[in-house]
């Protein structure tokens, strides 16, 4: 069987990610990957007070700005964090071995991760339009994407899944679109 794009893609995301957890560890790279959601659930929970606070200082911030800098200060303070970590659990002999191979481990599990969101959203995104569409035009509403337009994407995206071993294993979550009418 021959390897699709998808396939080729998805190996190089799988070596670079396994390499990056070799190098990182477990606990660092699942600190890392914390940081985020930990990161937009402060700036979601704590960004209009922060908002407030900032002009009644009278400092002209938009909501934006406090959000910004919320989510990415915590990121911030997150990897602070997992470096002090990483740093205790490196200097462990028998743990750090422990720690690398499991952050080969997690690698392959964040390239998998990756992979299947991106196809799931943009699956989704897609039939989104596809069901937005109406009958006789050639546009699709308020995004001024051409009938055409569509069709390519369309056919790319069902001729991507349906040769890619890499969906065909996540069958349960990947799936082709329907027939445009």
């Known amino acids: 069987m021959s390897l699709s794009w998808i396939d080729i893609l998805f190996l190089a995301t ?3 990610l ?3 957890g070799f190098r990182n560890g477990a606990v660092f790279s699942l600190v890392s990957l914390i940081g985020l959601p930990v990161g937009l659930w402060v700036a979601y929970n ?3 007070q922060f908002t407030r606070m900032l002009s009644s200082n009278g400092i002209p911030a938009t909501p934006l700005i406090s959000y910004i800098v919320l989510f990415f200060g915590t990121v911030f303070v997150v990897h602070i964090i997992g470096n002090f970590i990483r740093g205790a659990v490196k200097s462990t ?3 750090s071995q422990g720690d690398t191979l499991l952050g080969g481990a997690i690698g392959f599990v964040e390239a998998w991760l990756l992979w299947l969101l991106l196809l799931i959203v943009l699956g989704a995104f897609l039939g989104s339009l596809q069901n937005s569409m109406v009958q006789g035009s050639n546009l699709i509403p308020g995004l ?3 009938l055409d337009q569509l069709q390519g994407w369309h056919d790319f995206y069902n ?3 349906t040769n890619s ?4 294993v996540n069958g349960l979550f ?3 679109l329907p027939s445009l009418p």
């Open 144 to 146: 001024n994407i051409h």
């Open 159 to 161: 001729q991507a899944v």
């Open 18 to 20: 396994v390499f990056n």
């Open 165 to 168: 071993l890499f969906a065909k």
């Open 46 to 48: 704590y960004g209009p």
């Open 174 to 176: 990947v799936k082709s």
């Open 93 to 95: 002999p028998l743990i």
């Open 14 to 16: 799988v070596a670079l």
